[in-house]
């Protein structure tokens, strides 16, 4: 068997056009030998309606709800009947969504009622997306001659009972995954699944959190042994830089588990961090493509990236953070005060993202959140506190930092010109990252790429791109 998991995102099948392209690219892997198992995620933004009606119905706003699932109802009605020329075929679909927007209503309706969202039943809301998804793609594919079969995510990734961000159990998501889904495999099926969502072992709908659909993937392809992880967007792949910000950004060819990992926390537009760890686990490729370019190699993420002549491999920025400043002279040559410092971050369960301390301060940066106040009115019972928002993480990312002399004096040197919050170079030594204001983030990037990038390494970097992007720039100038 050549087990392929090809996990496709929200913008890879948004509409009848997107999953068009989606079937075919499956198809096309079917054609060349490869034994698909597909995961998709929600259309575009239709989590984020699910959630908008589920606060409204818990709001008390009845009509307001059912008008979002309506809307919802008619465009997964429409992708349908857009797909799916078969007559019979098309009834049983969009009497499958009726089905399940009727459930949906049901548990809106009950909520406007109680009045209460707890995460158990946001779970529930928000798994539709997921559950017409996967249906619509299976149907389509199905259209298109793959011979794929719908299979329900929840009978087989197993999870804790956290909802809205529950915790994979691996074990158990082997077993079942492979009960599941392999005998179908075998027979030249082509499975089709909802990401996100799960069950706990009681049977509950569970999730796996925001952008979860990726973790599915790797999970999927870690119970299956498959021999690559395809997660399918709207980007070429991994980047040098925001190509947005920075228009001689370079896709990046090749890049290992850890700098994938550092890197993909500065967005889920590539990558969910948790998708690295089921796959590094098992040692297995994970690709990313965008299915709007198809023919594009992307970027394969491996356990050890090759030698890059170049230090870095890609700026990454994260905007909106915060800094906090907490200074205490209390702290001086006393012990067991960070930790009293960050039982606040917990209780407020607040992620902490770079620290940086002295003798009597302590400095760290956080998402910019509407806790803040809250958190600083309590870290003000152990001392001075000071935050400011509108800041932005520069972060260089890249294996070949390690142990090379000078590269911080070229990273300053090279934003000598912008002003410098916090700097900190993590223990994992293949990141450099520092904070600024939010204003400055794309200026720094263009320096810092126009610095690192003069001369990128062929075989890590798509230099053909940049060339032909320079013939055809050249070609206008004349
Ligand atoms: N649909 C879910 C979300 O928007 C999961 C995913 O797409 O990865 O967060
Ligand atoms: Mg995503």
New binding site residues.
Partial sequence: MNLVVMKF??TSVEDPAAIGRTAAIVAGRVANGKNPVVVV??MAK???QLLRAAAAAAMGDRTGALAISSRLRSRHRDTACALVNDKAACAALTCMIDEKFDALDEVLRGLAAILELTPRISDLI?SY??RLSSHIVATALRERGVDSVHADAREFIITDSEFQKAGPLSDIIEKKASEKLLPHVRNGKVPVMG??IASNEAGLTT?L??????LTGALVGGALDAETIEIWTDVDGIMTADPRVCPDALRVKVISFEEAAELAYFG?KVL?PATILPAVRKNIPVLVLNSRNASCEGTRIISLAPHCKSPFKSIAVKKKLSIIDIVASRMLMSHGYLSQMFAVFDKHKCAVDMVSTSEVSVSVTVDSNASLPAISADLGQLADVKYEGKKALVCLVGEDIRGQHGIAAQVFNAIRHINVRMISQGASEINMSFMIDEDDADEAVRSLHAAFFKEPDPEIFDVEARKQLAVSSSRVEK
């Fill in positions: 995102g929200g995620s929600a239709v989590t984020d928000v997306g997921e990401g996100f999730t959190g925001r952008g979860g659909s990726d889920a969910h």
